[in-house]
């Protein structure tokens, strides 16, 4: 099982970037799918982005298409966010997760971070 802390939150107006990080501590990080999950408020968690192990396959919601690059440095036990022209809707808690499927990334079933706010607001 892994930790996870998600950093580099934080409030940006429209059209504006932010890069999040996922940091890991355990074993074999690099094994593991990792996914970035966002929940606004009154609203229900949903799957953002993944990134398999290796960082060979990425898939995205298409909600963030085109704006959003999930990737990963294993060097440094870490999978990065990266989110450009960012929309009010975007506006959520941001999640990492982990797991050693895909499937299971999907269904929620891996090791969880603490979370990181994104504030996108004039």
């Known amino acids: 099982q892994v930790q996870l802390v998600e950093s580099g939150g934080g409030s940006v107006q429209p059209g504006g970037s932010l890069r999040l990080a996922c940091a890991a501590s355990?074993?074999?990080?690099?094994?593991?799918?990792v996914g970035w999950y966002r929940q606004a408020p009154g609203k229900q968690r949903d799957l953002v982005a993944t990134i398999s192990s290796g960082g060979g396959s990425t898939n995205y919601a298409d909600s963030v298409k085109g704006r959003f690059t999930i990737s990963r440095d294993d060097a440094k036990n870490t999978v990065y966010l990266q989110m450009n022209s960012l929309k009010p809707e975007d506006t959520a808690v941001y999640y990492c997760t982990a797991a050693a499927t895909l499937d299971s990334i999907q269904r929620g079933f891996g090791s969880w971070g603490q979370g990181t706010q994104v504030t996108v607001s004039s």
């Open positions: 355990g074993r074999m990080f690099a094994i593991y799918d």
